[in-house]
C-alpha cells in the first residue's frame, strides 16, 4: 500500500505495472495443489511461543456492531491525510469512513472491513492504524508482525479492484506525509483481484529508483498453503531480524518462508533511514481499485463486475519481540505510593504515566532507561510535586550514540506536551547508547503539583539520546 508521493500518474504507476504483472503471471501459471491444513475462524491470540515476547496485541473480540479500540486503533477517514497524496498516494478510489458498515467487529472474534458501493457507484472502506508507532526490532534481536487474516472471499471478475493488505509504515510518515519511501514500508500481506496470492513487498530509500526499485518495490508472492488466500484464514508474518549480520527482514504465510531482503541489498545510508527512527505503526485496509489492482489486470478497476460487500477478516493482530537489549514494550514501572512525585528526588524515566515514541530498554548502569528517543517523541509524569519553592535548576541522566551531526533538545514542559518548555538542554553524542553522562539545564518558576513532561525536538528525524533518570533542584 505505497503512499506515492504526489506526481503525474505515469511516473507513479507504468513501473509498478510491469513488476505486479510479472508476479501476477507467476501466480496464475501455479497449478500444483499445496499441502497445508486450513485454519479455522474465531482463534485468540495463540500462546506466546518460548522466546519470545508478546509486546502487543488486538484480537478484537468486542460486540458485534462495535468499532475497534481507541486506545489501538486510529480509524483513517477520506481520501488522504491532510496535506498528504491524493487518493493514499495509491490511486485507490474509495472514500475510508468510520462507519461501522464499512468497519466492525463481528461478535465472533473477528474484526470485518467492508467495501461498499452505493446507488450512484461510489465506493467506501475503512483503514484503520495503531496508536503506537514505535514497533522496531530492539537491538541484537528480532521484531515479528503477526495477524491472522482472511482475504475478502471474492475471485474472477467480481473481485476486481479489491486490494486487502496488513502492512506497516515508519514513525516518520506522520505529520510529514512527504517522506515516502524513505522511512520504509512492510507490506506483510497485500492482495488484488481475488488472486489466490499472498504478496510480501518492502519499499525504501528513494522514488523511483533506488535500492528498492520504486515505485514496485523488492517484492515476492506465493500461493496459500493448502485452502486458497479467500477460502480461509491464513497466518501472516514479518520479521525484522536484527541479531544476524547482515540483519534480514522476512516474509512469512502459515509459517512458510517465501521472501527474505538483507541489509546489504539496500545499503547506506537507506538502510539507516528505514531503521534508526522511532519505530513503526501498524495499518489494516480494503483499497478498490489503484496502480496494484489496476497493473494486475491491465486496465481500471473495479468495473462494473465488481461486488461489493466482500468483508477482510481479521482474527488478531500480534508483535512480538525475541532477544537484544531492547524491549519495545513501554510499560511504565509503578508510580510512588500514592501517586505523588517528589520533584526533588530522583524521578526514573522509565516510570512514566504516558508515553508518545518512547521505548524501554535494559540500562548499564542498572534497571532501565527510556530510549530511541527523537524529534517530538515525549514522556509524561504526573503528581510530580514541587512544593512552594521553585526549582533552580533539573538534571538528567542521558546517553547517545547519534551519528555526527545529529542532537537535539531534551526540554521540560508542564501540564501539556505542547506547552512552552521551561527548560532545556541540548545533548548529542555521548560516546556511546549507554555512555552516561548528567546534564543540567535552567528551569522557569514552578511550584504546586504539576504534570511533567520531557520532550524531545530535533532538526533530523534520527533517534538521539536516551534517558536514564532526571531531577530538579533547588
Not at 35 to 48: D, E, I, L, N
Not at 122 to 142: L, M, Q, Y
Not at 150 to 177: C, D, E, H, I, K
Not at 331 to 347: L, N, Q, S
Request: a neutral charge; proline letters at 8%; hydrophobic letters at 35%.
Amino acid at each position: 500500500m505505497n503512499p506515492i508521493p504526489a506526481a503525474p500518474a505515469a511516473s507513479a504507476t507504468e513501473p509498478r505495472t510491469r513488476r505486479r504483472l510479472a508476479l501476477a503471471a507467476g501466480v496464475l501459471a501455479l497449478t500444483t495443489a499445496l499441502a497445508g491444513v486450513s485454519m479455522t475462524a474465531q482463534a485468540a491470540v495463540p500462546p506466546t511461543p518460548s522466546g519470545w515476547n508478546l509486546v502487543w496485541s488486538d484480537d478484537f473480540t468486542g460486540s458485534a456492531g462495535t468499532l475497534p479500540s481507541s486506545a489501538n486503533w486510529i480509524i483513517d477517514t477520506g481520501t488522504g491525510y491532510p496535506g498528504g497524496p491524493a487518493n493514499w498516494g495509491t490511486g485507490e478510489i474509495q472514500t475510508y469512513t468510520s462507519s461501522t458498515a464499512n468497519l466492525a467487529h463481528d461478535g465472533s472474534g473477528n474484526l470485518r472491513i467492508t467495501p461498499l458501493r452505493d446507488s450512484a457507484g461510489r465506493w467506501t472502506s475503512a483503514r484503520i492504524e495503531t496508536v503506537r508507532s514505535n514497533f522496531k526490532a530492539p537491538s541484537g534481536g528480532v521484531l515479528a508482525l503477526e495477524g491472522r487474516i482472511q482475504m475478502p472471499n471474492v475471485t474472477g471478475a467480481a473481485a476486481s479492484g479489491y486490494w486487502p493488505a496488513f502492512w506497516a509504515l515508519g514513525s516518520p510518515y506522520r505529520g510529514n506525509y512527504q517522506n515516502w519511501p524513505g522511512i520504509g514500508e512492510f507490506d506483510v500481506m497485500e492482495n488484488v483481484n481475488g488472486i489466490n496470492s499472498v504478496w510480501g513487498v518492502l519499499h525504501c530509500g528513494v522514488a523511483p529508483g533506488g535500492p528498492c526499485g520504486e515505485f514496485n518495490g523488492i517484492g515476492a508472492s506465493r500461493a496459500c498453503p493448502g485452502s486458497t488466500c479467500q477460502a480461509a484464514f491464513h497466518t501472516y508474518r514479518f520479521e525484522w531480524d536484527a541479531s544476524t549480520s547482515p540483519q534480514q527482514l522476512r516474509w512469512y504465510v502459515d509459517g512458510q518462508l517465501f521472501h527474505t531482503v538483507r541489509q546489504n541489498q539496500i545499503g547506506e545510508p537507506y538502510w539507516s533511514q528505514m531503521t534508526n527512527h522511532a519505530g513503526y505503526f501498524l495499518l489494516l485496509n480494503v483499497a478498490m481499485g489503484g496502480g496494484f489492482p489496476d497493473g494486475v489486470a491491465g486496465s481500471a478497476t473495479p468495473t462494473a463486475a465488481t461486488v461489493p460487500g466482500r468483508s477482510m477478516l481479521v482474527d488478531y493482530v500480534a508483535v512480538y519481540t525475541r532477544g537484544g537489549g531492547g524491549n519495545p514494550s513501554p510499560t511504565p514501572t509503578t508510580p510512588p505510593p500514592g501517586g505523588v512525585r517528589d520533584a526533588y528526588a530522583t524521578i526514573q524515566a522509565e516510570s512514566f504515566n504516558a508515553q508518545n515514541g518512547v521505548q524501554v530498554e535494559t540500562c548499564a548502569e542498572g534497571g532501565q532507561d527510556i530510549g530511541w528517543l527523537a524529534n517530538g517523541d515525549w514522556a509524561r509524569y504526573d503528581n510530580v510535586d514541587f512544593g512552594s519553592t521553585p526549582p533552580r535548576d533539573f538534571v538528567a541522566r542521558v546517553a547517545s550514540g547519534a551519528a555526527s551531526g545529529v542532537s537535539g533538545l531534551v526540554e521540560v514542559r508542564v501540564d501539556s506536551p505542547t506547552a512552552p518548555p521551561i527548560g532545556s538542554f541540548a545533548v548529542g553524542n555521548t560516546g556511546g547508547w549507554q555512555t552516561w553522562r548528567s546534564v543540567p539545564g535552567n528551569v522557569g518558576a514552578v511550584t504546586g503539583r504539576r504534570t511533567v513532561y520531557l520532550t524531545f525536538s530535533s532538526g533530523q528525524p534520527s533517534d538521539f539520546v536516551n534517558v536514564n533518570w532526571f531531577t530538579f533542584r533547588r
